[in-house]
């Protein structure tokens, strides 16, 4: 491991901060024959996504282990476009409506569950929602038991950074799931009560992927698990936080929850609400970079030539800390979205090119849903708020663990 390597790994967020304003928006992360580069200019991460299609995505080191070596995150060619064509539709569009009732009775039972008087970890809670929700979506059905596990696993792994980094480090790796959680994922995927679940067009060993082995199987359900509730639950949790801290924005965002009886699914009516998960996209994107990008033939980027082989990783928090992009980047300022039409420069918490999020659509319903309801029902206080610090849980980056909210009230 390298200085760049060591720093990332032991205080990533304040070494990123130093580098955002560099000039040329690229840092050297490992040399040798085939290096790794985060960049973030705007026009590399255009040109990089405009060619997504013909680079090659080799995967992540840390993240690899567990989503296993047949995740669709890390397919390439036909295999990939197949899993995008068959996963993509039902994520967006009118097909999303689908979920409305499902989101709404999950996120109303844990709301239910918050009394006057009680506090919680608000990262655990939006994690344990989101996970609710992306369940039944994926397979069709939420078995406490199980996700309770999949929970246990990745917080063994990814819940304190020490330990994290000890496992790569030290153990060559990070805790892989086991044979039995497995088996396990891969039934309750084959026997989900919802026939039209995610994974369902997975399981007919027709269409462009024809029969999926169980291995393959469970690395997109795991995939699909992992991408759909780490990253929701993150941007969730830190909306609630600035809305709890920030009383002006709070009651702009009741009073256009006032003038609706819609449940926040539609971001037209609630575009203060909208304008505030952007910026809580923004300042605290949940996934820090995109995934890896490698050149297959030699390049020249800001006057250096870089070598067939070399890995680029686009780095969104670099992008969205960027005062040429973002003037006072570290302010939280959901302003620069409101009656924005179109993306700024430099804004891409949901990646981009071939590899665009596949959840985009979805995780921003969630984020309006959840947050309209918990507003609508309760009052919040936080009662920690110099704990609204972010940390790494692997590549998300959510709130701290500490960070608590207390009910002040309920409006039920
Ligand atoms: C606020 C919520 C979310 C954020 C910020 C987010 C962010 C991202 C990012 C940055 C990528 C990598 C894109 C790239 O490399 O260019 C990604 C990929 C992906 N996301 Fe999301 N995501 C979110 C929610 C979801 C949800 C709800 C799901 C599914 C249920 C999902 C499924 C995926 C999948 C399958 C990929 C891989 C796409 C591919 O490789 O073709 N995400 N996401």
């Not at 960027?322 to 302010?331: C, G, L, T």
């Amino acid at each position: 491991m390298n200085r760049v390597e060591l720093a990332l790994a032991v205080a990533p967020l304040p070494f990123l901060d130093a580098h955002a304003d560099d000039p040329a928006a690229m840092l050297d992360v490992r040399g040798g024959p085939a290096p790794k580069i985060l960049v973030w200019h705007h026009e590399t991460l255009a040109s990089l996504f405009r060619q997504d299609s013909r680079l090659r995505h080799p995967g992540s080191r840390s993240l690899g282990p567990l989503l296993g070596p047949k995740s669709m995150l890390w397919a390439d060619g036909a295999r990939h476009a197949a899993y995008r064509k068959l996963l993509g539709p039902p994520l967006r569009g009118r097909r999303l409506e689908t979920y409305h009732s499902l989101i709404t009775q999950a996120t109303a039972s844990a709301i239910d569950s918050l009394g006057t008087g009680a506090v919680f970890g608000l990262a655990a809670w939006t994690r344990r929602l989101a996970l609710d929700i992306v369940a039944r979506i994926v397979l069709g059905d939420a078995d406490p038991v199980l996700l309770r596990d999949v929970t246990v696993w990745l917080d063994r792994t990814l819940g304190s950074r020490h330990r994290t980094l000890a496992y790569r480090l030290l153990r060559g790796g990070l805790p892989v799931s086991g044979a039995e959680l497995d088996a396990r994922l891969v039934a309750a995927a084959k026997s989900g009560r919802e026939p039209r679940s995610l994974v369902s067009p997975l399981l007919t060993g027709n269409g462009p992927l024809g029969p999926v082995p169980d291995d393959e199987l469970r690395d997109q359900v795991v995939s699909l698990l992992f991408a759909g509730h780490e990253t929701t639950a993150s941007a969730t949790a830190w909306t609630l936080y600035w809305l709890t801290t920030r009383p002006d924005l709070r009651d702009a965002v009741l009073s256009e929850l006032e003038a609706t009886t819609g449940d926040g699914s539609d971001p037209a009516e609630v575009p203060v609400l909208q304008a505030v998960i952007a910026e809580a996209l923004r300042l605290h994107p949940p996934v820090e970079v995109a995934g890896n990008r490698a050149l297959p033939e030699a390049v020249d980027l800001h006057g250096r030539t870089l070598p067939a082989g070399t890995v680029l990783t686009p780095a969104i928090y670099l992008a969205h800390h960027r005062s040429e992009y973002f003037p006072s980047p570290h302010a939280f300022d959901p302003g620069r979205f409101l009656g924005r039409r179109g993306v700024p420069e430099g804004y891409l918490p949901f990646g981009g090119g071939t590899r665009f999020c596949l959840g985009s659509q979805l995780g921003q319903l969630e984020i309006r849903m959840i947050t309209a309801a918990v507003l609508r029902r309760r009052v919040l206080r936080c009662v920690n708020p110099r704990a609204g610090v972010a940390k790494l849980r692997g590549h998300a980056m959510a709130p701290s663990a500490r960070l608590r909210l207390e009910v002040v009230a309920c409006r039920d």
